[in-house]
């Protein structure tokens, strides 16, 4: 079946540092969402890609989609502590076999 | 407000007995998904409805089962088939279909199982 990585598992940052997470997926996707989940919380969504080479930012998140649609990076700049969380990407590849979530990275920042 | 509520928050039970979570939105959402997540690791999907009195299994479906009687409600039974139930259940619902749309999760109802 389908597999979606996602690497690293978890990044220490300090505050002000920047962060990236990478995402790969086992078959072409037809489009990657990410999300964030709090400490205790739940997932919220954040962004969907669906076209090749795909760049969207979001203030300090900046989300790109590969142009073979097979892998996925979320950047962010200069965190702060508002970031900490895990990130994870969850790539669908259309009709009705749902999406397939990567175990996430778990953004830890040291002030 | 709109949105998906989970209850209880945190529901604890013997083992051998059966469990079941309740998840509601009133979205207006045709489709609706049960995840489990365990400490560390991704969101594994237990079973999805993308229809009323229609579900399908997801890649952890066995010792669940679910119901969809109704639009806005889509309740979980942990089983006593279940060998490890102690999780963190998600449940979360999307206006279209499962693998295009963004999907809006509830609170989270964490098991434990005595």
């Known amino acids: 079946g389908q597999q979606v990585m996602q690497i690293p598992q978890y990044q220490h940052v300090q505050e002000g540092e920047d962060f990236t997470t990478y995402c790969n997926s086992s078959?072409?996707?037809?489009?990657i969402q990410w999300y964030k989940q709090r400490p205790g919380g739940h997932p919220v969504f954040l962004i969907q890609?669906?076209?090749?080479?795909e760049v969207k930012k979001q203030k300090r998140l900046t989300f790109q989609f590969g142009e073979a649609k097979k892998n996925s990076s979320l950047h962010i700049t200069a965190t702060q502590t508002t970031d900490v969380g895990t990130y994870f990407c969850?790539?669908?590849?259309?009709?009705?076999?749902?999406?397939?979530f990567g175990k996430g990275t778990h953004l830890i920042i040291q002030p | 407000d709109g949105g998906i509520t989970q209850s209880p928050k945190y529901l604890f039970r013997k083992e051998g007995q059966n469990v079941t979570l309740s998840c509601e939105q009133n979205?207006?959402?045709?489709?609706m998904y049960w995840y489990r997540q365990d400490p560390g690791q991704g969101l594994r999907l237990i079973y999805y409805?993308?229809?009323?009195?229609?579900?399908q299994k997801g890649d952890i479906a066995e010792g669940y089962s679910v119901s969809r009687e109704k639009k806005e409600s889509f309740p979980l039974t942990v089983t006593s088939a279940q060998k490890n139930p102690t999780a963190f259940y998600l449940c979360?619902?999307?206006?279209?279909?499962?693998?295009?749309?963004?999907?809006?999760f509830g609170p989270g109802t964490r098991l434990t199982v005595l």
């Open positions: 979360a619902s999307s206006s279209t279909g499962p693998s295009t749309d963004t999907q809006y």
């Open positions: 078959t072409t996707l037809s489009n």
């Open positions: 409805s993308q229809i009323v009195n229609d579900f």
């Open positions: 890609l669906v076209k090749s080479g």
């Open positions: 979205l207006n959402h045709d489709a």
């Open positions: 969850a790539g669908g590849r259309g009709g009705a076999d749902g999406l397939t």
